[in-house]
């Protein structure tokens, strides 16, 4: 049974830094982690996502600002935001998959869900 367990998020003024991480438990295959964004009224999308072999993938609108880590010996994903915006303000979820393409995919790809933590940066 693959488990995804979010935590960190909360309120930043724009600039400033938020981390986000995901431990998870279970075995996938192949097992590729991304964390997705929702805002109010829009649809998730994936914005960085990593497995163990390869380079992470970033969304265009996060390229530069955010990084993801992954940290085996603690079974960690971790999302570093950096010089956050208002746009970047959604519920950010974290997800797994097991074989295919890490990143760029959609979210009707990933069977495997965190619960979210909101995270809102302010003008």
């Known amino acids: 049974q693959v488990q995804l367990v979010e935590s960190g998020g909360g309120s930043v003024q724009a600039g400033g830094s938020l981390t986000l991480s995901c431990v998870y438990s279970?075995?996938?295959?192949?097992?590729?982690i991304t964390w997705f964004r929702q805002a109010s009224g829009k649809e998730r999308e994936g914005v960085a996502s990593i497995r163990d072999l390869g380079s992470p993938y970033y969304a265009d609108s996060v390229k530069g600002r955010f990084t993801i880590y992954l940290d085996k010996a603690v079974n960690t994903v971790t999302l570093q935001m950096n010089s956050l915006k208002p746009e970047d303000t959604a519920v950010y979820y974290c997800?797994?998959?097991?074989?295919?393409?890490?990143?760029?995919?959609?979210?009707?790809?990933?069977?495997?869900w965190g619960q979210g933590t909101q995270v809102t940066v302010s003008s």
């Open positions: 997800a797994a998959k097991g074989v295919g393409a890490c990143g760029g995919g959609g979210a009707g790809e990933y069977l495997y």
């Open positions: 279970g075995y996938l295959y192949r097992r590729c």
